[in-house]
């Protein structure tokens, strides 16, 4: 488990962590969000004992980071893929984080054909592409076979088929009972790999939830019916205290009440329903309503191409 509590980091006039709380248990992937400038990166850094915070506290297992030892076997961590001696190969980049650590030479081979990379394993890192770069930086966090993991932005370079590979390996890290924290921008990733969210702005924590209650919230969430008499639907579902509008093509969009119990209400009344829909915000959609008041930059729109000049 990470537990954060009351962290605050300034850089001089700037804070970019303001206070912030949370907890990351074992068992699930949980999803790091927010804007740039946030305090994400910040707050990783922290969690590893590479910045210090002026205030408040951050341990992994009940203990900070920089209390262990041995470190590589109990957190494993990629935040910066590029961050290898360019002239080291890959398996002498492994070895020496091996040693430095007391882990088993046979560990090198293991995790460098877990990640793909043991046809390049002699290879020269400076020579990698991004995403065999990331490879590496996944190897390296694995390597001590650690009970807690921290990726940032793990699928950046990677194909098609070293995103799926990567998104599986993390929910099968966290059904072995690891804890797992994942920051990324990549939001269809995030919905489709996280179990739960710690979402920050400024520096403050937004929000900590799963990820089924975070998209169950959404201010846009809406129901989409049809059925035999939607006009009596209608009114029983109102009487209900429920929010409908019409569609155009004669449908009804309702608030305010369940599934659930509007299937119940047609059952009793013997009205057949032909459309029952739960339409619910994406996790981007959702994420982008609840970090809007915190983003900090934010583009403008491309200026239209002009029109070019009659010959």
């Not at 946030?38 to 900070?64: C, E, F, Q, W």
């Amino acid at each position: 488990m990470i537990e954060a509590v009351g962290l605050v980091k300034r850089y001089g006039n700037v804070t970019a962590v303001d206070g912030l709380s949370f907890t990351v248990p074992p068992g699930s992937v949980t999803g790091f969000l927010g804007p740039n400038g946030s305090g994400k990166s910040t707050t990783m850094r922290m969690i590893l004992g590479l910045d210090a915070p002026d205030a408040g506290t951050v341990t992994v297992n009940a203990r900070p980071y920089a209390a262990y030892r041995r470190p590589l076997h109990e957190v494993g961590a990629l935040l910066d893929a590029k961050a290898v001696a360019p002239g080291r190969s890959a398996y002498h980049h492994l070895r020496w984080l091996a040693l430095s650590n007391g882990i088993p030479r046979s560990r090198v081979d293991e995790v460098l054909r877990q990640v793909g990379l043991a046809s390049a394993a002699r290879q020269q890192v400076g020579g990698f592409s991004l995403g065999m770069a990331q490879r590496l930086g996944i190897a390296a966090a694995l390597l001590g076979d650690p009970p807690v993991l921290i990726f940032d932005e793990p699928v950046n370079g990677l194909d098609p088929e070293g995103v799926a590979w990567i998104r599986g390996m993390l929910k099968s890290l966290a059904a072995q009972g690891r804890t797992v924290f994942l920051s990324s921008h990549l939001m269809s990733e995030m919905a489709v790999t996280a179990d739960r969210l710690v979402v920050i702005g400024r520096g403050r924590l937004i929000t900590q939830t799963s990820v089924a209650d975070f998209l169950a919230a959404g201010r846009d969430n809406n129901i989409r019916v049809r059925c035999t008499e939607n006009d009596s639907l209608a009114a029983m579902l109102v009487e209900r205290g429920a929010t409908v509008r019409r569609e155009p093509d004669g449908a009804l969009r309702v608030t305010d009440v369940t599934a659930d119990e509007i299937g119940e209400v047609a059952r009793v009344r013997g009205l057949g329903l032909l459309e029952l829909s739960l339409q619910q915000m994406s996790l981007e959609q959702r994420y982008m309503e609840l970090t809007r008041d915190t983003t900090d930059y934010h583009a403008t729109d491309p200026a239209p191409a002009p029109t070019p000049a009659a010959r």
